[in-house]
Structures are given as structure tokens and as C-alpha cells.
């Protein structure tokens, strides 16, 4: 929720603090760029204060640094806060995810699922309260986000437990500082994360760019677009991207395997940027394209996670870490580049950028297809089984 409530307020940020878009848009690169560079540690600490308090200690962070945005009075004063909260996002994300799998006991499969499904309903209801605290004053969703966080970081206190130590009591296994880094020279894990840098810096353009577009053409048509209208097509895309998550992902990667829905979403997603830039001066292109690619990102999401967790056999924090470190690299670079582009080259272009972008992440899928050949075998041997014991019950009852 807290990356979807600040979405709404870019274009108003730069209105009453006199800074351009591509300023305001680097409060996404800070961020992420932090995020990105953190990404790489958070094994390594986690394995050393646990979980928990590594969890604690990034929401922490985000409550601390998201009020201070809210207070500041200046786009710089704004963008360096950002990059204190990406660290405390570093510190919670990628460890929620490696323990939410570990601790699930419908194993990874429906965990994954889980954690795609509370990104996307976060994604979907941010922008909605973003959009509502923004109408008031662009410092509204920033004090939100830290509101939300100080919840979050009561119920882990209250009711997130500690995870049960080995039998014989021997204690976690402490991570290396370098462990993320070396577990890059695994080619199916370097070969995720690369399709994963180019297929964020795409994710990134529509997500971080979208809001000046959707507000110039708006503003050309007379038409009233403000923080609550950004928030709510953003909460569509939101609730689009949740729902294919947690309903569509599961089953299209049953039905399919993993590889052929990666490369049918990342298709689609070059498409729906190509449709954005040819739509760049019409706000109902816009805003329809935006929330169908919303659909597409929540299949993507979850298949290319699910693909990081069976592409190796190294500690799902270590994965986690150095996956997630490469992929956030691509969100920052995307905002710090899109208002450049566009104000040298034309609105569209940021769009047909990111549509190249993505075109060479399909191009990585492929060429990296032997070392990822054996993803998705579980799943494809559960398939089998299960079908072999309808038959048998079949036969039994016939």
C-alpha cells in the first residue's frame, strides 16, 4: 500500500512545490535504488538478528522516513527520505517473502500465491487512499504510509512467532555479507534476475510515468483529473492485478508451465506499452490500457517469483535477496530516465522505451531457456499425479 499511495500525488508534488516531473519522479529511483542495492544484504542480516526483528527493523525505518517526507519542504528534502525508506523496504520485502514461504504449510505454490495476492490488494487499495489523502495535501499519503506501517509493525510484534529452530537445536545457518552475490554466478537464478531488471524497468515506466501523460491529456481535454481520479484508475489497476494473482496465475502456470506464461504476459506487456504510447494524447486509452495491463502484470508477478523459488537449490533468503536486488535496479533506472526521454523526445517515447525494454527481457527468456528447463517440473509432476489418481478413482467407481 505504501508504494501505491504516493502514485496519486506525483503530478501534484510538482505543481505546488515548482519541480518537474523528472524531478519528482526520482522520488521512485531513490527509493528503488536503494531498495535495490539493500536487496543484496538483507540475507545476510536476517541471519543474524532473525527474522523477525529484521522485519521490525525495516518497518521501522519506512515509519521514520516516510513522516520526515511528509514534514519536508522541499522535492530534494523529499527524494533523500525516499532513499532511507527504500532501505527499511529492502529490509522487509525480501525477508516477508522468504518467510512467508518458509513458513507456509501449503508449501511454496500457495505461498507465493499469498504474497503476490497482499502485494496486489496493497497495490489496489494504496492508490485509493493516496488519491483520498492527496485531495486534502500531497503530505496526506505520506503520513498515511506511516500510519499503516506503525499497524504492521504492531501485528508482527503481536503475532508473527519466531521460527522453530532445527531439530537438535542447532541454530540458523548465518549467511555470508557476500552470499547474494555469489549465488548470481548460478546461471538459472542470473538468467531470472536479468529477464527480471528488463521487465521491471518496463513495469516501472507505466507505473512511476502514467500520472503526467493520463494528467496532460486530462488537462488538453477539460477534463477534472486530480489525485482522487489517479487514484482510483490506479486502484483498478490494482484490484486487476490482484485478481490474476491470486485466480488466474495459479492456474494458467498449471496448465501451461511456467516458461509459456512468462513469455505470453511479457508479450502482452509490450503490447499494452506500445497501445500507451500511440494512446499518449487520449485520457480513455489511457486509462483503459493502464488498467487492463494491470491483468497481465499480476500473472507475470507471481509466475516469475514462482520460477526464482524452483530455479535453485539455495536458501530462499540468499534467492530472495540477490533476485530481488537486480530486479528493483530496473525500477530505479526506469523514472530517472522517463522524464528525460520524454522532454527531449516526445511523451510517447518513455513508452516505446519500455516496450523495448521488455522485448529484451523475452530475448533473455530465450536464450537463457536451457538453464531454466527444469522450472516448473514440480508442478508438472503434481499435474501428472493428480491425474493419474482421477483416473484410478475413475476406473474404481466404474
Known amino acids: 500500500m505504501g508504494i501505491g499511495l504516493v502514485d496519486p500525488i506525483l503530478p501534484k508534488i510538482s505543481e505546488e512545490l515548482g519541480a518537474t516531473p523528472s524531478q519528482t519522479m526520482l522520488l ?12 543484496f544484504f538483507t540475507s545476510w542480516v536476517s541471519s543474524r538478528i532473525g527474522v523477525k526483528r529484521t522485519l521490525l527493523a525495516g518497518l521501522v525505518l519506512v515509519i521514520v522516513f516516510a513522516a520526515l517526507a511528509g514534514a519536508a519542504g522541499s522535492v530534494d528534502a523529499i527524494i533523500g527520505f525516499r532513499a532511507g525508506w527504500g532501505l527499511g523496504n529492502a529490509l522487509f520485502i525480501s525477508t516477508a517473502l522468504a518467510a512467508i514461504v518458509g513458513a507456509a504449510s501449503g508449501g511454496s505454490r500457495q505461498a507465493i500465491v499469498l504474497y503476490e495476492a497482499a502485494l496486489g490488494v496493497g497495490l ?46 542447532a541454530s540458523p545457518q548465518r549467511v555470508s555479507i557476500l552470499a547474494a552475490f555469489r549465488a548470481l554466478r548460478t546461471p538459472a537464478l542470473a538468467s531470472l534476475a536479468v529477464v527480471a531488471l528488463l521487465y521491471n524497468f518496463g513495469f516501472f515506466i507505466l507505473l512511476a510515468y502514467s500520472p503526467y501523460p493520463m494528467n496532460a491529456a ?39 508451465g511456467l516458461r509459456p506464461v512468462l ?22 486509452g489511457l486509462v483503459a490500457v493502464v488498467i487492463v495491463s494491470g491483468l497481465l502484470l499480476g500473472v507475470m508477478n507471481t509466475a516469475l517469483t514462482e520460477a526464482v523459488m524452483e530455479a535453485t537449490d539455495l536458501p530462499r533468503n540468499v534467492a530472495s535477496s540477490a533476485y530481488s536486488g537486480v530486479r528493483f535496479m530496473g525500477g530505479a533506472i526506469a523514472p530517472a530516465v522517463a522524464g528525460p526521454i520524454s522532454e527531449s523526445l516526445g511523451a510517447a517515447w518513455p513508452y516505446w522505451i519500455g516496450a523495448a525494454s521488455v522485448v529484451l527481457s523475452i530475448v533473455a527468456l530465450v536464450i537463457s531457456g536451457r538453464f531454466l528447463a527444469h522450472i516448473g517440473r514440480e508442478t508438472e509432476a503434481f499435474e501428472a499425479a493428480s491425474e493419474a489418481e482421477a483416473a484410478a478413482i475413475s476406473a474404481g467407481d466404474a
Open 124 to 169: 489496489a487499495a494504496g492508490p485509493l487512499i493516496g488519491g483520498a489523502l492527496g485531495g486534502i495535501s500531497w503530505r496526506g499519503p505520506f503520513f498515511g504510509t506511516a500510519v499503516l506501517m506503525a499497524i504492521a509493525l504492531i501485528a508482527i510484534l503481536a503475532l508473527l512467532r519466531a521460527p522453530k529452530q532445527a531439530a537438535g537445536g
Open 28 to 39: 521512485f529511483t531513490s527509493y528503488l535504488f536503494i531498495t535495490g542495492i539493500a536487496m
Open 263 to 284: 513469455f505470453t504476459m511479457l508479450s502482452g506487456l509490450t503490447v499494452c506499452l506500445g497501445l500507451l504510447a500511440v494512446f499518449i494524447d487520449s485520457l480513455p
Open 218 to 256: 486530462a488537462q488538453a481535454a477539460g477534463v477534472p483529473f486530480e489525485a482522487h481520479e489517479l487514484g482510483l484508475v490506479f486502484f483498478g489497476w490494482g484490484v486487476a492485478l490482484a485478481i490474476t494473482s491470486v485466480l488466474v496465475a495459479p492456474y494458467l502456470t498449471r496448465r501451461f
